[in-house]
């Protein structure tokens, strides 16, 4: 069985621009998480995509937003990129209803 | 509000020492904790839930709610249990209110 994917595995990208970052779950998954993890602040939850809706939001400015496709894959957009936004990006997928959490290997996005 | 707490960045042990690594949360309601690791190039993956009351490579942890903790135990460490380990609280029903602590890196050394 395949894994939650995320690509890229790296993002360059400079203050001001814009980054998509993508995500696939695991076959048969309806929900989608996006965290934030930035250097000594642990795993901060960002977005909560269920069967297509936006079902909860973390304490992140609107220029975070995202989609989930009606394939259940997702996208995590974060417009004019800041310097802090430097950081390892996880999504997870799980089946609706259900409380484990399946990570992919994250994206790094890194900005100059 | 909700919170996770693990006190301590890096723990330190040889192998075949006892492993204890704490976690503390804050919530008034019934929590969901859940123990998440993330060995050296991989992926993270969950360890093992409280409402399971299993033990996953020897790991075990007991949800104790008059002191608000969710330490995570080992009589016997291994090497190969050297990794990051994050405790995890899911409120509110849903996987979206899944927070985390900011994590223990486990070193066992030979």
């Known amino acids: 069985e395949a894994g939650v994917t995320q690509s890229p595995t790296h993002l360059i990208k400079t203050r001001g621009q814009q980054a998509t970052l993508r995500c696939s779950p695991i076959?048969?998954?309806?929900?989608v998480y996006w965290y934030q993890q930035a250097l000594g602040l642990g795993l901060q939850f960002l977005l909560w995509?269920?069967?297509?809706?936006?079902?909860n939001r973390g304490n992140f400015p609107p220029r975070f937003s995202g989609r989930q496709f009606p394939n259940y894959s997702s996208e995590l957009n974060v417009n004019a990129l800041e310097l802090e936004d430097s950081a390892l990006y996880l999504c997870?997928?799980?089946?609706?209803?259900?409380?484990?959490?399946?990570f992919g290997q994250g994206t790094r996005l890194t900005v100059v | 509000a909700q919170r996770v707490t693990q006190p301590e960045k890096l723990l330190s042990v040889f192998k075949g020492a006892p492993v204890e690594l704490k976690c503390n949360y804050s919530?008034?309601?019934?929590?969901?904790l859940f123990w998440y690791v993330q060995y050296s190039r991989q992926r993270l993956q969950l360890l093992l839930r409280?409402?399971s009351r299993e033990s996953i490579k020897g790991f075990t942890a007991d949800l104790n709610k008059g002191e608000t903790s969710f330490h995570l135990k080992k009589p016997f460490a291994q090497e190969e249990d050297s990794a990051m380990y994050y405790c995890?609280?899911?409120?509110?029903?849903?996987?979206?209110?899944?927070?985390f602590g900011k994590g223990t890196k486990l070193s066992v050394k030979p």
């Open positions: 995890a609280l899911n409120y509110g029903g849903s996987q979206g209110n899944l927070i």
């Open positions: 076959s048969g998954h309806t929900s």
């Open positions: 409280h409402i």
């Open positions: 919530y008034s309601g019934s929590p969901e």
């Open positions: 995509y269920d069967e297509g809706e936006e079902r």
């Open positions: 997870a997928s799980s089946p609706t209803g259900r409380t484990e959490a399946f």
